[in-house]
């Protein structure tokens, strides 16, 4: 396969234009990215229905427990004729203070978690006892009032929650992770070619690949939650295995010019990653036809990602590594 070899034109370093316009595009973007549940904490609802339900009909019903950050969405499966309800939000504002206070001011904690009761109180209870089961039964409420209001089961809802404190802990593991995985790929190839340019080379491939998913996140609604935290640390592993393809080939081998080399390894990257892509595309939309949020958001995430590695793998470090090669040369 013959494709134009833009390397060996002299004006080849003004393609990194196409690199800088994507992140600034990018940029603007983040601050529409929403956090998962499971890192933000609270509650996500997962209603399974047999019938169509209204949107402006169920929000009306919700809005009598004044709930934080409520979000819905509706989902359906065409093979088997079924719709979905996701429910997703922090809590009621009185109990989210009740549990700031716990420690703190545990007479106010108390004071504003008993409206949400509807069990017995014991008075050796502890005000963080008090709060928790006014978190409790405040969710068997909201449970026992959508399973009246949308006419199903009460096997058909699934509820998960998280707390405040432990959704705090992923976000904080989440971004350890990563920062881990970035200082240990630019060591590595730092070790493999004896010089610091192929490592930030690599790093802002990695990093680019990472911010472009991002970016089609905040784009797409997809929230910030520990399945994608898995497709991005999935997106630095194949980054770093076209990085250092193009790497490896521009500064070991000895055929032919820089530029032919680099040239070369475009046409094997170009079909590593459309081979990947067409995969995860016919896996968006499995997932996507049979409701599978989890498999749909990790493939959706994963497939941005491989799209951000076009131009950061094969403009912005191939262009740094050719220079390198030039200057060594």
């Known amino acids: 396969m013959q494709i134009p070899n833009f390397y060996a034109n ?72 079924t719709e979905g309800i996701v429910i997703e939000f922090t809590g009621a504002p009185d ?33 963080r006892e008090v709060v928790e089961l006014a978190k409790s039964d405040f969710n068997e409420r909201l449970q026992a009032g959508l399973v009246s209001f949308l006419g ?27 920062l881990v995985a ?24 990695s990093a680019f690949d990472a911010l472009t998913a991002i970016g089609g996140m905040a784009l797409l609604g997809i929230p910030f939650s520990l399945p994608t935290i898995a497709a991005l640390l999935m997106i630095l592993g194949c980054s770093v295995d076209n990085n250092i393809m193009i790497t490896d080939r521009i500064l070991r081998r000895k055929d032919g010019t820089a530029a032919e080399r680099a040239n070369g390894a475009v046409v094997t990257g170009f079909t590593m990653t459309s081979t990947l892509l067409i995969v995860l595309l016919i896996v968006i939309a499995v997932s996507s036809f049979n409701q599978m949020t989890s498999l749909f958001q990790i493939a959706a995430v994963l497939a941005m990602g491989l799209a951000g590695d076009l131009p950061a793998t094969y403009i912005t470090n191939a262009v740094m590594v050719l220079w390198l090669a030039e200057r060594k040369k």
């Not at 989210?96 to 206070?101: D, G, I, P, R, S």
């Open 10 to 81: 002299k004006h080849y370093k003004l393609m990194l234009v196409i690199p800088i316009a994507m992140l600034v595009c990018i940029l603007m973007l983040l601050p529409s990215l929403k956090m998962g549940v499971d890192l933000r904490g609270g509650t996500q609802i997962i209603a399974h229905l047999d019938h169509a339900a209204g949107e402006p009909e169920l929000m009306a019903h919700l809005a009598q427990y004044n709930l934080e950050d409520l979000s819905l969405k509706f989902t359906k499966n065409p093979l088997a004729g």
């Open 95 to 127: 109990l989210l203070e009740a549990e700031k206070l716990v420690e703190s001011n545990p007479e106010r904690a108390i004071a504003l978690a008993k409206p949400f009761i509807t069990s017995n109180v014991s008075a050796l209870m502890t005000a």
């Open 152 to 178: 199903i089961g009460k096997e058909q809802i699934s509820v998960v929650e998280v707390g405040a404190s432990l959704g705090e802990e992923f976000w904080a593991s989440s971004q350890r992770a990563l």
């Open 182 to 205: 970035l200082v240990l790929i630019a060591g590595i190839v730092f070790i493999m070619y004896r010089d610091i340019i192929p490592s930030i080379a690599v790093i802002q491939a």
